[in-house]
């Protein structure tokens, strides 16, 4: 079973940057694809962006696309998301999530069977 530990999150201005990153352990990521979600106070936990195992395809939810980048290091057994322009409604704890499937990432949590314990970014205005 894999493990999963997000770091990189924070307080940050509207208009700023941050890069979330998703250490793996247990077992090697690049038998899974991989996803970011995020989930606001009062909110349902929704896609932010998935990349494929080898890393050559990615999804982005619409309403970040754009200001987004997923990669991943199978080498490393990372997943990082470069976010960018960040707004205050950015506000969530985000999560790391690994499925273990081949092909496309998607976008429904089921997806899923591994999940981090998540990492706070609050963007202020």
């Known amino acids: 079973q894999v493990q999963l530990v997000e770091s990189g999150g924070g307080l940050v201005q509207a208009g700023g940057s941050l890069r979330l990153s998703c250490a793996g352990s247990?077992?090697?990521?690049?038998?899974?694809?991989m996803a970011w979600f995020r989930q606001a106070p009062g909110k349902e936990r929704e896609f932010v962006a998935g990349?494929?195992?080898?890393?050559?395809?990615?999804k982005y939810a619409d309403s970040m696309k754009g200001r987004l980048t997923i990669s991943r290091d199978n080498a490393k057994d990372t997943v990082d998301l470069q976010m960018n322009s960040l707004r205050p409604e950015d506000t969530a704890v985000y999560y790391c999530?690994?499925?273990?499937?081949?092909?496309?990432?998607?976008?429904?949590?089921?997806?899923?069977?591994?999940w981090g314990q998540g990492t706070q970014v609050t963007v202020s205005s």
């Open positions: 999530a690994a499925g273990e499937r081949h092909g496309d990432p998607q976008v429904e949590q089921t997806a899923y069977e591994h």
């Open positions: 247990g077992r090697p990521l690049m038998r899974y694809i």
């Open positions: 990349v494929s195992w080898a890393g050559g395809r990615t």
